[in-house]
């Protein structure tokens, strides 16, 4: 654990939201821990104890406060830096949809021993595996309580309690209150519909949402995105469940509104650990920020733009065929091209305007005839290729502990090389360092003449290339780098609705 008490302490008595997560404060007095943003009035230095995740906390005996209620924090950073492993762990975990695979099963699929494991999350996290599964589980189980109406029953399967029993006990142990209890307490004033959910998910400040949407508007596919008046909606389909969600920000709150419609509640943990993935909401700025400012090129931008985030993706899948769809074409033709297939393949969906379908599964895509939507030949086998290698289990996007492997199984499919592998592994895999260097825009953006130079460049901005990528595309698309000095072109507030795609982005969709 490398927690910085002084760091701590003045993040604390100055509730730096921009420190939400990345540490918890148990106070010795009440035996209550907080998030550093806690309205309550600040405890005596003397009286807290640093660490760094709710679950070490939690193991020391403390519990998660009524108030600034840890599980609503933006949670354990998504990227550690210094522990891929640990890091991977944590975002299995969140795949796996809180079932309880044991440690060993864990260990076993990122290729460690079990022991070693759990020494890396002690050493990072302060708790072992089974502690950090266990208040995940704790955590989401009171978010549902609080901000749904669902019966406590869905409450203790969504949270993979397994029984209501267990759930029980384990509410009554850390809270020393029923659920019903809680349930009491959070007085509840909307009443959703028995399917629909409307969940605040924290960010740590700042975060460009108007950004992320000025990245999403143009390359939304028709029919199943959309973005308008400041919200990105789309459809979902999973364990043959459909649905859909919307999601706006709540600059006051500093967070993201999502408001979702889906009937199998038992997914729900798995929806909003994909929703905010895909909105880079683990991403934080402040180990992120010191290393692109040290580029004279990307300095700037970094101080006119703070808080770009690397927009994710809903499924792998959808994201990899759109990669293949924008393979030297403009972010234009390419959403044409998509939202042309949609309809001619994707299953109609009409619980909500402007979502019409759902995007096409890999057995429909696996023998379609593409060629009649537009498509070359080439382009048509190449996401053929893809749709069988995911059919036959060859290609798996969900669970994935190895991006490398994944990455070197992804390009040998023939049409695929290492430009659409680096796109995939940033927006789909959640790869901070992941770097399509092959791109125009980003050579482009730094006025660079050849790869080869763009990658020596790009050396000094590891591990968190993919964030360079993004302000490239954003310099790209709103000025020009002229020397050193990047040029606005545009003002600094894109309205979203006016978004043009832009030219430069010719390869990239
Ligand atoms: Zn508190």
């Known amino acids: 654990m490398n927690l910085d008490w002084q760091v701590c302490s003045r993040a604390r008595l100055s509730r730096d939201a921009r420190f939400d997560g990345k540490f918890f404060i148990g106070v010795l007095s009440s035996r209550v821990y907080c998030r ?50 640990v890091s991977r762990a944590l975002r299995l975990i969140s795949d796996s949809g809180l079932e309880d695979g044991g440690v060993e099963v864990l260990a076993e699929r990122l290729g460690v021993g079990s022991r070693h494991l759990r020494r890396l999350f002690l050493q990072h996290l302060g708790a072992t595996p089974i502690a950090v599964a266990h208040t995940r589980r704790l955590h989401f189980a009171k978010k549902l309580i609080d901000e749904t109406s669902l019966p406590m029953s869905h409450v203790a399967q969504a949270a993979g309690f397994g029984c209501v029993r267990r759930f029980n006990a384990a509410i009554r142990q850390t809270y020393h209150r029923t659920p019903t209890q809680i349930r009491r307490l959070a007085h509840q004033k909307t009443i959703f519909p028995e399917n629909q959910y409307l969940f605040r998910l924290r960010f740590r400040p700042p975060y460009q949402w108007e950004s992320i949407l000025a990245f999403l508007a143009p390359r939304a596919t028709p029919g199943v995105e959309e973005v ?25 709150r500093e967070a993201l509104s999502v408001h979702i419609q889906f009937d199998d509640s038992q997914a729900l943990f798995v929806i909003i650990e994909r929703i905010r993935r895909m909105f880079d909401l683990g991403a934080d700025w402040q180990a992120i920020a010191p290393r692109l400012r040290t580029d004279p090129a990307l300095a700037g931008r970094v101080e006119a733009v703070p808080g770009l985030r690397v927009p994710g993706c809903w499924n792998g899948f959808e994201l990899a065929t759109r990669a293949i769809l924008g393979q030297q074409i403009t972010v234009k033709g390419a959403t ?3 939202g042309r297939i949609v309809n001619t393949l994707g299953r109609p969906f009409s619980a909500t305007s402007g979502l019409t379908h759902l995007f096409p599964a890999p057995e429909v895509l696996a023998d379609a005839r593409l060629t009649s939507v537009g498509l070359t030949s080439a382009r048509a086998e190449t996401i053929r290729a893809l749709a069988r290698a995911v059919c036959d289990g060859q290609i798996s996007f969900e669970g994935i ?16 090389g290492q430009w659409t592998a680096q796109y995939v592994a940033m927006r789909a895999l959640g790869e901070p360092d992941a770097f399509p260097s092959g791109d125009l825009g980003l050579l482009r953006a730094l006025e660079l003449k050849s790869v080869r130079e763009l990658e020596r460049r790009a050396e000094a901005w590891r591990p968190w290339r993919a964030y360079a990528a993004m302000y490239l595309w954003n310099v790209a698309g709103e000025g020009k780098i002229r020397g050193n000095k990047v040029v606005a072109a545009r003002a600094r507030n894109v309205i979203v609705e006016k978004a043009a795609p832009c030219k430069h982005f010719s390869i990239i969709v």
């Open 228 to 252: 308008s008046l400041g919200r990105y909606r789309r459809t979902i389909s999973l364990n043959g469940n459909d649905g859909y969600f919307e999601v706006s920000l709540d600059q006051r």
């Open 336 to 338: 044409a091209l998509a």
């Open 36 to 85: 550093p943003i806690c309205p309550a009035p600040t405890a005596k230095e003397k009286n807290c104890r640093y660490f760094p995740s709710a679950a070490a906390a939690a193991e020391a005996g403390f519990r998660p406060c009524l108030r600034c209620r840890p599980e609503c924090s933006p949670g354990t950073p998504a990227w550690l830096g210094t522990s891929n492993t």
């Open 401 to 416: 502990a190895e991006s490398d492997a994944f990455l070197t199984r992804l390009c040998e499919i023939p049409g695929i």
